[in-house]
């Protein structure tokens, strides 16, 4: 197993919130083409509904857009166990009452060749992270502001 985690590019997760239970399955085949192109390489894709009175609830793979079909098939067993009832209640606990939640644990497989030759010349990840888009757009709004202000000073 070590000499696989060896090869593997960094891995990440995601906790989407659907609100009010309204999953449309719109996103689904932009993550089939990632999966296909080998963009990325699905290791864990569970949901969870988080009922009014707190009670979360795993969810079963279904007909997401109602057209009949199973559109999760190609990820049914998709389930590497990284992914424990602590942590469905801890994504969970980041999703409102009255919503569901899928949680997708994913290796990023086209950065594997550059964290293989990184790893083979002694370099360690030591942290990393994720700017949500919201939180991107204000900081950017905010330097707007300050060059605008700026600007308009002058």
């Known amino acids: 197993m070590s000499d696989d985690l060896e090869e593997m590019g ?3 997760y995601l906790v989407v919130e659907f609100p009010g239970n309204q999953m449309t399955g719109e996103g689904l ?3 089939v083409d990632l999966v296909e192109r080998r963009i990325i390489r699905v290791l864990d894709l569970l949901f969870v509904r988080k009922d009014t009175d707190g009670t979360v609830t795993a969810l079963e793979f279904s007909d997401m857009d109602g057209d009949g079909t199973l559109d ?3 990820f049914e067993g998709a389930s590497s166990g990284l992914l424990g009832q602590d942590d469905l209640e801890e994504a969970a606990a980041a999703v409102e009452p009255g919503s569901s939640a899928a949680v997708l644990v994913y290796e990023n497989t086209w950065a594997a060749p550059l964290a293989r030759a990184l790893r083979r010349g002694g370099a ?3 942290a990393g992270g994720r700017i949500p888009v919201q939180q991107l757009l204000a900081a950017l ?3 707007e502001g ?3 202000q700026g600007a308009s000073a002058a």
Request: a negative charge; hydrophobic letters at 55%.
């Open 146 to 148: 300050v060059s605008g």
């Open 124 to 126: 360690q990840l030591v």
């Open 141 to 143: 709004d905010e330097v």
């Open 29 to 31: 085949p932009l993550l």
């Open 72 to 74: 999760l098939a190609v």
């Open 10 to 12: 960094p891995v990440d």
